[in-house]
């Protein structure tokens, strides 16, 4: 499986001319990983051809020089101080490794020599916590095949700078895999719907500003939260 994605992302690639072009640069000047939401869909199905955005998070010390690239292309800055790049019919979002937010504002705290081992556990889900080296065709995906076993939806790093839409992420997943919520989790969640007014109604913003389009109703919204609140009643 390691070796197929590779070629998989290679012939991916291949279709998409200007985000190859862009990836080769990348590659001759850094480690370069793969994080998320691409490596889900290829552990699902097998292939990435239905990617529409990919994380790719580098390591190089050639700084200057990785701006000097990303600037050639349609970029604005993400989240993390990275860029987002439109290549073709799909986004890259692209940030240095150091600048992950975890480690940018020191809540796991570690040397540079071990942020690939940590990159697992700055993510919010345990369902998001892969990631895949490519020069050196390893993943890191211990914690998602546990995920994967037990069916349980977890927080992995509480701290985030989009929690509202995470939660929101998390209906998704539970939506599509059925999976039960931690405690954790239902907790997190009816301290916001405490603390929030009609906090369906924020959550279902945050889902058309996001994703443009809608994946779960208000209806489906206010469902699981009525849920996760009737589980936590006496507490």
């Not at 390691?2 to 590659?27: G, T, W």
């Not at 051809?49 to 190089?60: A, F, G, K, Q, Y």
């Not at 889900?125 to 890191?140: A, T």
């Not at 929690?163 to 039960?180: C, K």
Request: hydrophobic share 35%; proline share 1%; with cysteine.
């Amino acid at each position: 499986m390691e070796v197929s994605i590779r070629s998989n992302l290679k012939e991916y690639l291949n279709h998409h001319p200007i985000a190859d072009q862009l990836f080769m640069k990348l590659y001759n000047i850094g480690e370069l990983y793969l994080i998320g939401g691409v490596l889900r869909e290829f552990l699902e199905t097998g292939d990435i051809e239905n990617v529409r955005d990919i994380d790719l998070v580098i390591s190089t010390k050639k700084v200057g020089q990785f701006h000097e690239i990303c600037a050639k292309y349609h970029t604005k800055k993400n989240s993390f101080g990275g860029y987002k790049i439109n290549c073709d019919d799909f986004t890259i979002d692209l940030w240095r490794i150091e600048s992950t937010w975890a480690y940018k504002k020191n809540i796991i705290k570690c040397s540079e020599e071990d942020y690939l081992k940590n990159l697992p556990y700055t993510v919010f889900y345990n369902m998001d916590s892969l990631v895949y080296d490519i020069k050196n065709n390893i993943w890191y995906d211990d914690l998602y095949k546990e995920t994967k076993e037990s069916n349980v939806l977890d927080i992995v790093l509480e701290e985030n700078p989009h929690v509202d839409l995470n939660i929101l992420r998390g209906m998704i997943f539970q939506n599509r895999y059925h999976m039960e919520y931690s405690e954790r989790l239902k907790k997190l969640i009816c301290e916001r719907c405490k603390n929030e007014k009609e906090y369906e109604k924020i959550l279902y913003s945050i889902e058309l500003k996001r994703y443009k389009k809608e994946i779960l109703s208000l209806k489906d919204i206010e469902e699981q939260l009525y849920y996760i609140l009737s589980e936590n009643v006496d507490e």
